[in-house]
């Protein structure tokens, strides 16, 4: 018998037990189990079938890891059919996340029971591709075609009692999958319960679905799948009979699987959750988190003292005056009266928090039993060198010493306390209680059970943690001037910002940069390009200050209610600020620029190829440990369209040699911003792509 699928006897019911761990993915082990099991029960003379899954789950889907290879039989789809046309009553008890193929399992049974627990969904889409095991024919079927489309299109999990509403379950019963399994098949047994293929049901009622697949396109920012679900939902209503509906449900199946969406889904799957498995911390312990210890109440400090507060830590928050504390105080009560609206959080523990668990002081001796402190204070070396040395004469041996700096020289902070091993970057991405990215950093001398405690911080904060090196902008901002430059140059050269925002949101960036800029404050820009001209500009490097222009009459953006855009109140986005195009004009014509066109798709291809650069750069000098590091920066710090997988897999799926064809064919005309990365001029002679780099490391 199958090594993944058991097969056992309990009277008449033939129990088929999945143990696939971790999540009983349907790979080709468990789909030839079950089908031996299925044929073996009917052999046997069973009067019904039972299948669960052993372990934290039911089947969670496909088993992703066969995608884009040679498909071996037998497939799913004819493995649900098998199953639904089994003479046998089939009833599938379901727990943990029955999702994708999992489900799709589940509906070709002819009745479905789960514990109060279970979730269950179709989230194909999020892959890139549909449902394609008969979800899309049977769902509409038993829920009706608009809960199925909401289901479908959206990949959201349903919890139990909810599917249980919608007709997908049939039952939800506290116990353990077996238990409760083996109860109903018996129950069934004995009321002679009739086999009920969905398949034999009638077909759902139609609904307007030219109006359904232009809504999803639109919501969708240009990715495909949610939108060709419609069509696959479509089929089971308009198709002949049912068979005819899988066929089609098929047909964009496969198109969708050949695509370079699902390519780029799938990488962004997989990378998520390789950003944390570091060699280097294989079998290191974190140390304890109990309390932790937060220096600074502005937008940066409140945020985190808030995600931490969320995740259950006692947090001790330090600010320069009784009166800055407060208004830290208040910062993080509006945060966590955010997550009380938004279900998050009950007003009970709303309450407690903020009486019990948050901690306001101006003394730093407050911070002496802090397992880790973060400060979060003004950008400034000097600034921030006071306070670590405050940090390292009161808290205790052990203690992490955390800085949340942007661009600072972590090792400079380091190595100004008596303690450098217990130093760490710990770069959160505003708001912070609420963004996922966590970049951190490992400085030169940092011990590995910090940096391990760093990973456990961020896991536990519910975070996706990325680890970076010390550099100017770590891995995510080094990469955002460098693409922010290039558009900027653009600017310069003909192209206006509202061009250039539209044709990345085109492209599918969930805001162009210039929009972006208004949002953060146009004030930081400009401090930062200060700072960069006091400290001295390459003269090769192309400087422009129509931005400086805009800033000097007051204009900052989204808090001033006019930037790039102008904000009007209670609108949702802004209208191009007729100031801007006259400003931009001027420099043009004292520079002796002639503006030229620059069509959008040069647009996007320019910044691209500028991020991808940049971002080689930052593999290259060992910033980043693998362009999948790169990946999951942009993807949830910098908000890069997830259907592309990050910059890295966009460049391996343009081809690195057309890339590094365009750096040396713009380097012609600026040497100095084009400068192609060695590592990419490597992989390029070699043959290689980013992913094999990523296989290797
Ligand atoms: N195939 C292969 N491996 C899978 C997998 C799958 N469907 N789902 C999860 N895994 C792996 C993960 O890569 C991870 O491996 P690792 O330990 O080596 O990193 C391990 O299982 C545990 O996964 P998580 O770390 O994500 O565990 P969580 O408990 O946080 O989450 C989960 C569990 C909710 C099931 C989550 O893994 C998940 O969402 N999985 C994907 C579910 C999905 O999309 N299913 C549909 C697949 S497509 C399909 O079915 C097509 C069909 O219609 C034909
Ligand atoms: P902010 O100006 O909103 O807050 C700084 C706070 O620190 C102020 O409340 C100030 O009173 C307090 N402070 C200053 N010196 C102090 C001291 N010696 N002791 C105690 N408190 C002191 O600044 P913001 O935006 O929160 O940034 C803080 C840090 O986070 C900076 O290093 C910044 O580069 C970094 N950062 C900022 C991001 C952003 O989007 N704003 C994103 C990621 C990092």
């Not at 029955?98 to 799709?104: I, M, N, R, S």
């Not at 919890?159 to 129950?187: S, T």
């Not at 799957?269 to 932790?292: M, T, Y």
């Not at 947090?315 to 009266?337: T, Y």
Request: negative net charge; charged residues 25%.
């Amino acid at each position: 018998m199958s090594q993944v699928i058991g097969y056992e006897k309990v009277g008449d019911i033939a129990v088929l037990s999945a143990n696939n761990p971790p999540v009983n993915a349907l790979g080709v082990d468990v789909r030839r189990g079950l089908l031996a099991g299925i044929e073996r029960a009917e052999t046997e003379g069973a009067l019904a079938v039972l299948i669960y899954g052993e372990g934290r789950t039911y089947f969670a889907g496909a088993d992703i890891r066969e995608f884009g290879k040679p498909p071996q039989e037998p497939w799913l789809p004819a493995l649900c059919d098998r199953i639904e046309a089994s003479p046998l009553l089939v009833v599938s008890a379901l727990h943990g996340t029955a999702l994708g193929g999992g489900l799709e399992v589940a509906l070709s049974c002819h009745y479905r029971i789960a514990i109060p627990s279970t979730k269950v969904g179709l989230p194909e889409v999020n892959l890139g591709i549909i449902p394609g095991a008969g979800g899309t024919q049977r769902l509409p079927r038993v829920a009706g075609v608009e809960a199925a489309l909401d289901m479908i299109t959206t990949g959201r999990h349903v919890r139990a009692p909810e599917a249980l509403e919608m007709g997908v379950l049939d039952k939800v019963q506290d116990g353990n999958p077996r238990d409760i399994g083996l109860a109903y098949v018996q129950d069934l047994l004995e009321a002679n319960a009739p086999r009920r293929p969905v398949c034999e049901m009638a077909r759902p009622v139609a609904i307007d679905f030219d109006a359904a697949y232009d809504a999803v396109l639109k919501k969708g920012r240009g990715q495909l799948s949610p939108a060709i679900a419609v069509r696959a939902v479509q089929a089971s209503c308009e198709s002949a009979d049912f068979a005819a509906g899988q066929a089609r449900e098929r047909e964009l199946f496969m198109e969708l699987m050949a695509s370079d969406q699902r390519k780029g889904l799938i990488h962004a799957f997989f990378a998520e959750r390789a950003v944390s498995k570091l060699p280097e911390l294989q079998g290191i312990s974190p140390r304890d988190l109990h309390k932790i210890g937060v220096i600074g109440g502005g937008t940066m400090g409140a945020g985190i003292a808030t995600s931490a507060l969320l995740a259950g830590l006692a947090v001790v928050l330090l600010e320069m005056s009784p009166e800055a504390a407060h208004a830290a105080k208040d910062r993080i009560a509006a945060n966590l009266a955010g997550a009380v609206k938004r279900g998050k959080l009950s007003t009970v523990e709303h309450d407690d928090i903020l009486q019990n668990r948050l901690t306001l002081a101006t003394d730093y001796d407050a911070l002496g039993d802090v397992d880790l402190a973060i400060e979060a204070v003004f950008e400034d070396m000097e600034v921030k060198k006071q306070v670590f040395a405050r940090l390292d004469a009161v808290c205790k041996n052990g203690a992490v010493l955390a800085t949340n700096t942007s661009y600072l020289d972590i090792n400079e902070i380091a190595g100004s306390v008596r303690r450098p091993g217990d130093v760490i970057g710990l770069h959160f991405f505003s708001p912070a209680h609420v963004m996922k990215l966590l970049e951190i950093v490992v400085a030169d001398q940092t011990a590995p059970e910090v940096a391990a405690t760093g990973f456990a911080l961020g896991k536990r904060l519910g975070k996706v943690s990325v680890r970076a090196g010390v550099c100017d902008g770590f891995i995510g901002n080094r990469i955002l001037n460098t693409y922010r430059s290039c558009a900027d140059h653009m600017v310069l050269d003909g192209a206006s910002p509202f061009q250039i925002d539209t044709a990345l949101t085109e492209f599918g960036f969930a805001m162009g940069p210039y929009a972006v800029s208004d949002l953060a404050g146009l004030d930081i820009g400009w401090a930062a390009r200060k700072r960069k001209r006091t400290a001295g500009l390459d003269p090769r490097a192309r400087d422009s200050f129509y931005a400086d222009k805009l800033c000097e009459t007051g204009h900052f953006g989204q808090k001033t209610g006019k930037g790039y855009y102008v904000y009007e109140m209670g609108k949702r986005g802004g209208t191009p600020n007729p100031e801007v195009m006259p400003l931009i004009e001027a420099e043009r014509a004292e520079r002796g620029i002639s503006p030229r066109t620059f069509t959008d798709k040069e647009i996007v291809r320019r910044y691209m190829v500028a991020m991808v650069n940049e971002a080689a750069k930052v593999v290259g000098d060992g910033i980043a440990r693998r362009p999948l590091d790169v990946d999951v920066t942009l993807l949830y710090g910098y908000g890069f369209p997830r259907y592309w997988g990050g910059p890295m897999k966009w460049a391996d799926l343009q081809g690195l040699p057309t890339v590094l064809d365009d750096i040396r064919k713009w380097s012609e005309e600026a040497s100095f911003f084009w400068q192609p990365a060695p590592l990419l001029e490597q992989l390029v002679a070699e043959n290689r792509s980013f992913d094999d780099l990523n296989r290797e490391t």
